[in-house]
């Protein structure tokens, strides 16, 4: 390793001489620049990788005042047809497409060719069918990470219905409203899903859902064979209903513009939103954006620990490898589980060559020293890379050099549910890399640093991350609410997309994501809407108020940490502070449990009775003696109420 002290340490590790996509620096300043300037042309070459029923002619076409984006949308074609059909037409049917590692070690480890996949796909499409479901339809997949998830995905988009996946992680109550937003009249769940050797109760959590949220039809997946009800009539089995099924069932052609997916994420404000990403761009920006951010060679095991209910599973476990060809690992279970070598016991098991993982994740691990990972051979490793929130050095220092033996690219990966794929990352072969900086713009990127006024900031600044030119990736509306499409993203800087991150450039041209400047957390890489967890507070009978903030957490990067005030008369306890808990994983999920509950009798208001959640913040922080001016709260006397109340707890 050569790091210069300079500034911001330097990391020069070139990827190895044969490369996959042989992008070096000067091909991707040219590549770039070509991706400005002829986007036309450079985007509809990209495209060409791919199988199009219709070939498009154009390729953006887009404005962000007023707000309306569009990619090939001249162009057909099916997203499944490119993900495994083609590979099948190649010649490849006997490749790998998904290897399953089950979440028990010893379990059945599943290795599903591309010629598989293809049946497999085929027979759950043909079973949506028969269940009713037609194109357009919005279908709801609450599944484990198990292979059948991403075929229901894929059997989705070859009957052109728009699947809206749901993390295991949320509770009824979210997927009822989940189904009630989209308006989707079926699901696809598993009997039971298993994670660290516990099982979760995912058909119970539909039938609970389906109380609030009436659909036409359930498809059943047995996965653990654990104990479930069907309803007759609503509820079927897969096994039973895809009894007799044809095995062909030809890839629906969809117009480039026709929608994929929707997903949900949550916003500063309030509920989730449901993004809507379309065909052909997703297919191209995921089919890219894998290609050479990971500089994909043929053969290579890549492994993506993201569940496919979040936008990284969607994009690099499902659609971005399998249209690439490649092999991708599934992995149903946790890092720590049954113990905490079990990433490492999977690189080695599976030779896994590209590793792609969650800060949060390393941070746990790297609490537990060298020895687990070097009880493992990991020479098949040649690159690694992270997402989901900025990683410390630290943290990127002990992935390099205990993972990595000093010797890999490791990349940094800035994205978001709204991009679709990578915008900001350093490519392996082009770019050096600085730990804690996430990089360059990948090809059509352009961000720009903006002030709280608007103000354009150029060369090495700090402000907020702005994109100003649209991507093929890019989500095209909230479902069902362009309003609030236009009004959560191009309204704060008109004619420009705004990411709600914090970011600085330095005077090498890197991007530093500095996290969220509105009231969104970062929770082990969850996002989570500070106001999604007040909703759920104050529905207890006894809650008067509650205001939520995030704190540094030193493993999940930002912890929930909530200020709560009880009606007149009662006094905390801990069976309310239990009570309260529960609530919020009732309302969303264990996934938004409170890390910290502060009962105080008022909080700090402005005499227009605003709550200053900068205080809060703060005070959650640790921070008190830098909690600004305090002159225009209404009883400066709350703030020291507050600061006692924290130092107790
Ligand atoms: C938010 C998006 C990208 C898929 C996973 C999360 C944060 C994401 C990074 C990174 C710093 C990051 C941002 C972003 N974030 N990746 N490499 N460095 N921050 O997708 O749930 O839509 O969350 O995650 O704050 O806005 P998401």
Redesign the pocket.
């Known amino acids: 390793m050569t790091d210069t002290a300079a500034h911001d340490e330097w990391v020069r590790r070139p990827a190895s001489a044969a490369q996959g996509t042989n992008c070096t620096a000067e091909q991707y300043e040219a590549m770039y620049a070509r991706s400005i300037e002829d986007s036309d042309a450079f985007w509809l070459e990209q495209a060409a990788r791919l199988d199009w029923v219709k070939t498009p002619t154009v390729a953006g076409d887009w404005s962000f005042d007023p707000v309306s984006i569009k990619w090939f949308e001249d162009g057909q074609l099916n997203i499944c047809h490119n993900a495994v059909d083609r590979h099948v037409a190649a010649g490849h049917g006997d490749r790998i497409a998904l290897i399953f590692e089950p979440d028990d070690p010893h379990g059945e480890v599943r290795r599903i060719s591309y010629a598989e996949l293809e049946r497999e796909v085929v027979r759950m499409a043909n079973t949506l069918k028969k269940m009713g479901v037609s194109k357009g339809d919005r279908v709801t997949i609450y599944m484990p990470m198990v292979p059948e998830g991403a075929f229901a995905m894929l059997a989705c988009a070859r009957i052109g219905a728009v699947h809206s996946v749901i993390f295991g992680g949320f509770s009824p109550e979210a997927i009822a409203g989940r189904i009630e937003d989209c308006a989707s009249d079926w699901l696809v769940c598993a009997d039971e899903g298993r994670r660290g050797g516990k099982t979760i109760p995912l058909k119970n959590n539909v039938d609970e859902a389906l109380e609030k949220a009436p659909n036409r039809g359930v498809l059943v997946i047995e996965h653990t064979g654990g104990q479930v009800t069907m309803r007759e009539g609503r509820d079927h089995w897969y096994h039973e209903l895809s009894q007799g099924v044809s095995d062909e069932c030809p890839c629906e052609p969809m117009n480039a513009e026709d929608p994929l997916f929707i997903l949900y994420?949550?916003g500063s404000t309030g509920k989730p939103k449901g993004l809507l990403h379309t065909t052909g761009g997703y297919a191209v920006w995921t089919e890219t954006t894998f290609r050479y951010t990971f500089d994909y060679r043929p053969g290579e095991v890549f492994w993506c620990t993201?569940d496919i209910g979040?936008?990284?599973g969607h994009?690099y476990v499902v659609y971005g490898p399998l249209q690439n060809g490649a092999t991708a690992l599934m992995f149903e279970g946790v890092p720590n589980w049954p113990d905490v070598d079990r990433f490492w016991a999977a690189v080695e098991k599976h030779k896994v060559n590209i590793f792609y993982t969650?800060?949060t994740a390393i941070r746990s691990l790297m609490r537990e020293g060298k020895e687990p990972v070097e009880r493992h051979d990991l020479s098949s490793l040649r690159l690694l890379g992270?997402?989901?929130?900025?990683?410390n050095p630290e943290a990127w220092r002990w992935y390099s050099d205990t993972v990595g033996k000093g010797a890999l690219p490791v990349i940094?990966?800035?994205?978001?549910?709204?991009?679709g794929g990578?915008m900001?990352?350093t490519l392996p072969g082009a770019h050096d890399m600085k730990p804690g900086s996430?990089g360059k713009p990948f090809f059509g990127v352009v961000p720009q640093l903006v002030d709280a006024d608007g103000e354009v900031l150029e060369g090495a600044a700090s402000g907020n991350?702005c994109l100003i030119r649209s991507w093929p990736g890019q989500a095209r509306t909230v479902y069902g609410d362009h309003d609030r499409f236009v009004q959560t993203y191009f309204v704060t800087y008109r004619g420009k997309y705004f990411?709600?991150?914090g970011c600085r450039r330095d005077e090498d041209g890197y991007y530093w994501?500095?996290?969220?400047v509105d009231d969104?957390i970062?929770v082990s890489?969850?996002?989570m809407g500070t106001a999604e967890v007040e909703s759920a507070l104050v529905l207890h009978e006894h809650v008067a108020e509650a205001a939520v903030v995030g704190y540094p957490h030193d493993i999940k990067g930002q912890g929930i940490y909530c200020y709560v005030t009880l009606n007149a008369g009662l006094e905390p306890s801990d069976d309310l502070a239990a009570a309260l808990r529960q609530q919020v994983r009732h309302e969303i999920g264990p996934i938004a449990s409170p890390d910290h509950l502060h009962f105080t009798p008022a909080l700090p208001k402005t005499r227009s009775g605003k709550i200053m959640r900068r205080i809060l913040r703060k005070i959650a922080e640790n921070e008190v003696s830098a909690l600004g001016d305090t002159s225009t709260l209404a009883d400066p006397s709350v703030v020291d109420q507050l600061i006692a109340g924290r130092m107790n707890r």
């Open positions: 994420t949550s993201a979040w936008v990284t994009s969650a800060p992270t997402v989901g929130e900025p990683i940094d990966t800035w994205w978001q549910t709204e991009t990578v900001i990352t996430a991350l990411t709600g991150d994501i500095t996290g969220r969104v970062n890489g969850h996002r």
